[in-house]
């Protein structure tokens, strides 16, 4: 009778211990997306201040009459921009105000003057995007001087908040209130598909040949340990042969996605492999033994049946496998990832960088405007993987069949 | 202690004449000596007349099929379809099965039965080679089908098996639907030349495995949502579809209930006459219902082969006598 209640006992408490477990991970998890959260999302919005610009009195010397067609963009580019903002600036707001717009307002107004060109004979009100300085503190975290100007814009209503799209459309700038992850996700999604291209099929056919080809002996049984053993190999060792192989013997371009996703292959492939093979063993005898029995040769076995069946679990270990690649950096900066790359790669073959190097640089920043850009960032590197996975769940779901 | 008990025979117990060597004897007379070989097995049933010590397990006098063991069909000079000839098979250095010589004829049931691990399986897949799927596994002696020697390098693997069909202890129907499980096999031969023309084999597959009108309106089902007997019923369809000559069955029923074992039992007597069969049991009744030869094997050895009829009702050796009266196995 004491013995039962014991029993009882103990189960109570390990039904509580794994209840405490979960709970904590939980904790752990809500915790890290409200952080991200709350730091984040006002990377997605920027302020925008009024400007009323007399294009007459500034010194941009263009001719409206002139810009028409696919090099209007380039003439305007050619004209002092910023200084007739900041011209405009200090006429409305004063000598203080000379500094307080981003960079990319000249693309707005470049964007104003290509969409009509008539507004160069008068003066236009534009809604511009404010320096990184005043967006801090109009968010609440600037400095006093700066801070100063948002109470004065907002008592003329000049002031207002917008969705950030440059963050989803530009890529890296030295101004934080210009930058934007597109370069660093285009260097991403170039880099993994290039990763999934070379370490899938590879890792897929290693395992397939040492599970159903490969004599068990001790040369596969050692090939089996060598291949464990690399799939524990650490992340920046992947990256210094990367540099060796790919860059310093192949001379393949520096900083591309071509090489990254190379390197990152090689970093996958031992764990696809390890869950290709596992898969395959979970595959029953008694199939290949039927179709073996109606006159299939091994090769027909393996691929009409046994690794159909067996797609499921691959899949799931390449979703481990590409995830741990997607969030890779270490092996990335071996390569030359790490490079200021302003313009999104066009190519596999051009300069980009990827986004959790991208998150990195951002951190390593001092100007406190990228303080949120890289928690903005860090959720859309959350939302880009949980796509991705997403995705490679429901191609497993697909291929899952029962037997 | 209780099995020992039972086992008055110790297994090493020499046998006066091992019916192998008999049966090698009479390989050696030619092939059309062969029934002079069994006659004369015959013969040695009078020194072991040990059937009265013990009632049989089965009541021969029930079982109809027994006696229609086609005695002019069997004394007409035929060659088999497929004979072994002192067949060994080892794993790594084990010696699973030693001196094994059978014949198969086309048209008869032939029913291996003896106690687990007495190597009636592990013969069974000799006759088509699926020992190769074993790495250890080593098999010596002399196999053959239609006079061809099915254990040479020669032999193209993937034919032989195409040519002789095997059905599993376990029903083990791909998991797809229940067309594909059939068209499988005609499919990778190429038996089709159209679409029509599979649908045709499809369905005389099914319709000769007795499951065309249980399965006809699910045709695209999964063959892994049919029940145990339809399954097994599916993979005899699909070991049909490729238009075998022989079909080996390893303990085809085991997984069954009575009802869906009594329609396979059916099955093959249906299908006797068309393809030859092999048939693994451990269930005695079975092999008396189904089969017109039986051979009996005991720790690797054939101990005796001959007509089922005079397997269990005039057994010569007396370790078939204590297996077959349920002394052991």
Sequence with gaps: MRQLRGRYAAERRFRAFGFIAVALSVAFLAFLLVNMASKGLGGFTRYEASLQINFPQTDLFLDPAQLHGPDAAQTIAGADLSGAISKAATAAYGADAANIFSDAATTVVTNAIVKDPQILTGSTTLWLPVASKIDVAAKGDGEAASEKLVSEFNQKHALRRTFNSDFLEASDATDPSAVGVWGALKGSFLTIIVTILLAFPIGVLAAVYLEEFAAKNRWTDFLEVSINNLAAVPSIIFGLLGLAVFLDFMNLPRSAPLVGGLTLALMTFPVIVIAGRNAIKTVPPSIRDAALGVGASRMQVTFHHVLPLALPGILTGTIIGVARALGETAPLLMIGMRAFVAAPPGGITDPATVLPVQIFLWSDEVDRGFVEKTSAAIIVLLLFMLVMNGLAIYLRNRFERRW | ?329
């Design chain 2, 1 to 329: 202690m209780d099995m020992k008990e039972k086992q008055p025979i110790t297994p090493t117990t020499p046998v006066p004449t091992t019916s192998s060597a008999i049966a090698a004897e009479a390989k050696a007379k030619g092939p059309s000596t062969a029934e002079q070989g069994e006659s004369q097995m015959r013969d040695g049933v009078a020194a072991h007349s040990a059937a009265e010590q013990a009632a049989p397990l089965v009541d021969v006098s029930k079982l109809e099929n027994v006696q229609d063991a086609s005695d002019e069909q069997i004394k007409t000079n035929r060659e088999p379809k497929m004979s072994a000839d002192r067949v060994g098979v080892f794993y790594g250095d084990k010696q699973a099965l030693k001196d094994v010589s059978i014949k198969i004829y086309d048209d008869l049931v032939t029913a291996f039965i003896g106690p687990s691990g007495c190597g009636k399986s592990t013969f069974l897949r000799c006759l088509n080679r699926m020992n190769d799927t074993i790495p250890s596994a080593r098999v010596t002696g002399r196999i053959e089908l239609d006079g061809d020697d099915i254990t040479s390098s020669s032999m193209d693997v993937v034919q032989l098996r195409a040519r002789v069909g095997m059905v599993f202890q376990k029903p083990n129907p791909f998991p797809k639907s229940i067309y594909e499980n059939v068209a499988y096999g005609p499919r990778i031969h190429g038996l089709s030349k159209s679409k029509t023309e599979l649908d045709g084999i499809v369905e005389t597959s099914l319709k000769r495995a007795g499951l065309w009108d249980e399965v006809k309106d699910r045709l695209q089902e999964s063959g892994t949502a049919l029940s145990g007997g339809q399954q097994q019923r599916l993979c005899i369809a699909r070991a049909i579809a490729v238009n075998p000559e022989v079909i080996l069955m390893d303990e085809p029923c085991s997984a069954l209930d009575p009802i869906a074992t009594a329609k396979i039992e059916e099955l093959i007597h249906e299908l006797r006459g068309r393809y030859a069969i092999a048939i693994v049991t451990h269930n005695m009744q079975q092999a008396a219902r189904v089969s017109q030869r039986t051979a009996f094997f005991h720790l690797g050895e054939l101990v005796e082969y001959g007509k089922t009829s005079e397997i269990f009702t005039n057994p010569r050796q007396q370790r078939t006598q204590d297996y077959i009266t349920g002394r052991y196995g």
